[in-house]
């Protein structure tokens, strides 16, 4: 119908100026750390084959059971939008043969991700990560490394209230060994069908679930960290000896259950405190049968996601955050049309530097541009008039202390 309003689809998150800033921020500060330490950018579609996740994900978790965007395309084929990026990483690594070169494989990936959840703060059907995955190497300081980096980058935006949970789900010993007897502990449960189908297919799941009876009911239920094989407790112990020699904190949580069935080894999530029911700011961990599963060779590899709205949440609640951001250096008033032509130079070459320079075009009258100025937030502003063009001197007005200064034209870079 015309002229109806429309509106964003419901449970999506979008960035509008002015916290737009604050988003593009807090994002390039949880990407720079993985940027120091050598990850390279890989930027994958944003749907993939529909098997990709079945396989990939898991079948017995709520992502791929429930939360899919799944649509057959034109072609009738099955298409999904991207729930998560690291079987999406997987899949082209294979695809482009990046595991016969050096390894190991150390991506970045930042973007949007899907997933069909009841909306509610901080939880959303559209979704921003920034994510690493390094793929092809055992050793339990890159584990280590991976976490820092994650932690580095919630530092970096000035976090401080959060935890980081760690715990391992061990090798295929490990977890052989404890699901005979998680199944049999199980088997005394009197569970309704959708659970015991989910159990069927993964029993640590029932760790995951957050309904009051459950957790009661796995309160003695045996715990997988018990169980490690030898192999395994040895890394796990190197892995919290490198995070100790780092200064990370971290609490070993031997309960936590991660939403993607790929994880082994180590897996890692960092809670925030002040963010209520959606705490997770971000989560990884080893999948060292992934990439097999997805057809390719058997490599190991481990990872994180970071939730970029979440982080933003937190730095909000933390009061880290400006909610402005955005700062331009200069800003030019002409008035008249000379003017404008001298401030559309003037403009274009100061950006040549670096510089963020607006101009109030409109040939609005003084007082309304100067207000237009103080709103923009910029650091200075110019009136730029006939006077000023013939002199090829202009009065630079720091705005927020009010204080003027006499300046050469050709020289307002450096008076910048
Ligand atoms: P994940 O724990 O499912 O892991 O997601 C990572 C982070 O994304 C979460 O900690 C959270 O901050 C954010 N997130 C997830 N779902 C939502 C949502 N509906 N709304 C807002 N934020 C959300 C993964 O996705 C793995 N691929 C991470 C990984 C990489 N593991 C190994 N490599």
Do not use: C
Not at 61 to 85: A, C, H, N, Q, W
Request: cysteine-free; proline content about 3%; charged content about 25%.
């Amino acid at each position: 119908m015309a002229g109806q309003k429309i509106s964003a689809p419901k449970g999506v998150s979008e960035y509008v100026p002015d916290r737009s800033a604050a988003f593009e921020y807090v994002r390039e500060r949880l990407v720079a750390p993985a940027k120091s330490a050598g990850y390279k950018l890989i930027e994958l579609p944003i749907f993939e084959d529909t098997e990709l996740f079945t396989r990939g994900v898991g079948e017995s978790t709520d992502v791929v059971s429930k939360e899919m965007y799944t649509f057959e395309d034109r072609g009738g084929r099955s298409i999904t939008l991207r729930p998560e990026g690291t079987a999406g990483v997987m899949r082209a690594v294979i695809e482009h043969g990046l595991d016969r070169g050096q390894l190991p494989v150390k991506v970045w990936y930042s973007g949007q991700f899907f997933r069909a959840e009841r909306p509610q703060a901080g939880r959303y059907r559209q979704f921003y990560q920034v994510g690493i995955e390094a793929i092809g190497l055992d050793d339990p300081a890159i584990d280590a490394e991976v976490i820092a980096i994650a932690d580095a980058g919630f530092r970096s935006i000035g976090l401080s209230k959060y935890r980081l949970e760690i715990t391992s789900l061990g090798d295929l010993d490990s977890r052989a060994a404890h699901r005979v007897d998680l199944v049999k502990f199980i088997q005394t449960l009197t569970l309704d069908e959708a659970t015991a189908a989910r159990a069927a297919i993964n029993p640590l799941r029932l760790f995951d679930d957050k309904r009051e009876e459950m957790q009661k009911a796995m309160a003695d239920a045996p715990l997988l960290i018990n169980y490690l094989s030898e192999v395994s407790r040895l890394q796990f112990e190197q892995v919290q000896k490198y995070l100790d020699a780092l200064e990370i904190k971290y609490v070993v949580n031997p309960r936590m259950v991660r939403g993607l069935d790929y994880y082994t080894g180590t897996t890692f999530e960092f809670v925030h405190e002040l963010l209520g029911a959606q705490s997770g700011i971000g989560g990884g961990g080893r999948y060292d049968g992934l990439m097999e599963q997805l057809g390719g060779q058997s490599l190991s590899g481990i990872g994180f996601g970071l939730g970029v709205d979440r982080a933003l949440l937190a730095a909000e609640a933390e009061g880290v955050i400006a909610s402005n951001a955005f700062v331009s250096d200069l800003f030019i008033i002409p008035l008249g049309e000379v003017a404008k032509v001298k401030a559309l130079t003037i403009a274009a070459q100061l950006r040549t530097s670096g510089k963020i320079i607006e101009i109030a075009f409109g040939d609005r009258a003084l007082k309304g541009a100067m207000k237009a100025a103080d709103k923009s937030g910029a650091t200075y502003v110019i009136v730029l008039g006939e006077s000023e063009i013939s002199s090829g001197t202009v009065e630079l007005k720091e705005m927020k202390s009010g204080q003027t200064l006499s300046v050469k034209i050709d020289s307002l870079l450096e008076a910048l």
